[in-house]
């Protein structure tokens, strides 16, 4: 008997609509039939449509258009958004556009770039700041100024996704032209060669956990949602150095993440090691500096070799990142944590042992992004203080200074805060505001000479900064560097041909140095930027 209810259902289905009111004898029972079997072909038609979006977004969901550096949030596309329109539905002209290759998605993405800048100090710099060598005032540099064109701070970026199960995968790769070869000038060609921004690789498991390896933003910088990798809060500006204040590297990393119901986040990260050092006085013998023996050789292999750059490459351990984010359902909250290793040596002597000198640092830190009026209005604050922090703040600073007896590398006492401002003014015009202070404690010794040593020691003499070309060697520890800064960026045209951006921006900088004998010197710099910037569609 079923099986014959189901051939009638079946047969009747087929029918054309309207089929079974031909004939007039049909009685009211079976009339009844036919608006209920259509009302079944009905309710089947919208199934298989719904059927349909869903197998649409499966294929197409969780990819990733690569974000500009613009931090502004019109420039920053969503995490999780679809490369082609659902059924019925025109594809937005801020969509991703990317295309399939072998099961997997790549996604393009960018922008062209070309800038103008004037300093009213000379800092021979292009697109960064240099803020620990600000001009002093008097100097020759503070009575030149500074006009340079650059497009290197264009960008390219290349997103890759596939799926393994039910796990996501994800790779990334970025790049722009502020890289410099031994014979790169801006003579003739000023053939600049490309620099590795960022390249990592991910794995999306549904239940929360994701992991990512490679080389990518540190796990300091605050997100603007979640804790997830193209998500930075970074300032808006054309400053290729940011805003003092503002906490980053973009070093090779290993990063675990737990997401809880898209509410908390927390994630552990190691973090590729680096440090630097100032110090009046360097003891003999110390190895692991960056004019040490073992920085002096191999040079295609070592970045920090001496004159080249601060950095040592001995080090104990990789730097341990820790931070918990949070959604309460206003706003974007976090707190960081940062622990640190350096280490150095005095070498053997026919008359002295050698010995390895190993110490810590540390780091605690926040971040907030606020929204206000319906997000016409978004203010973001952050910070972090600790101690041997430097590496991880725009200005640069140092991270440790050296005891004159021992050698050892003493982390500096360091703090910095960072605050923002930006209001969408309309859909086409983005204003901002920035303002950072950086500031690195005096931890100062008396070498065995009784001279200065150590860092900001109250015993370095200015007394002979009295004219220009003193000026133009004297020298000091910095104490504090700050700046303040506003802009806009103007979309000129946005569309399925991608985007057109113009920012002017204007900021002033400021470095004081440690006291000592005589009047500490000091400089300030003003720059002003304007851009124009195309991105990829």
Known sequence: MRRMVLSLIVA?????????????????TIAELQR?????????????????ELEEAKESAAVIKPSPDSILPQNQIRSAQAVRPQRNEEKSPEEATSFRYKGITLTPGGFLESTILVRTRNENADMANSYTTIPLNGSSNANLSEFRGTVRNSELSLMIQGSLGSTNLKGYVETDFLGAAPTANYLES???????????????????????????WSLLTTNREGIANLTELRPGGEDGNYVVGFTWTREKAVRVTRNFHDKVWAALALEDPESTYSAAFVPSNVMGLNT?????????LLPFLANYSNGQATTLAPDLLAKVAFEPGWGHFEIKALGRFFRDRIASTATAKGHTNVTEGYGVGFGALMPFGNRKLEVSLEGLLGQGIGRYGSSGLA?????PATGAMRPLRQAWVMGGVIYHRMSRLDLYAYGGDE???RYAFVSPTGAAAGYGSSLVDYTSCT???????????NRNIYEGTVGYWYRLYGGEHGRIEHGNQILYMHRNLWSGIGGAPRGGDIVAYSTLRFYLP
Do not use: H
């Open 399 to 403: 991270d440790v200074t050296l005891d």
């Open 190 to 216: 000023s053939s600049w060669t490309p620099r590795l921004r960022q390249m990592w690789v991910q794995f999306d498991r549904p239940s929360g956990w994701t992991i990512t390896l490679g080389q990518m």
């Open 36 to 52: 209920q079997l259509e009302e079944m072909r009905s309710q089947m038609a919208k199934m298989q449509n719904r059927i349909t």
């Open 439 to 441: 500031y690195i404690g």
């Open 467 to 477: 004219n220009e070309v003193a000026l133009n060697a004297c020298n000091g520890a």
């Open 292 to 300: 040490s023996p073992n920085a002096a050789s191999g040079v295609n």
């Open 12 to 28: 009747l289905l087929a029918l054309p609509p309207g089929a079974l009111s031909q004939s007039s004898n049909q009685d009211s």
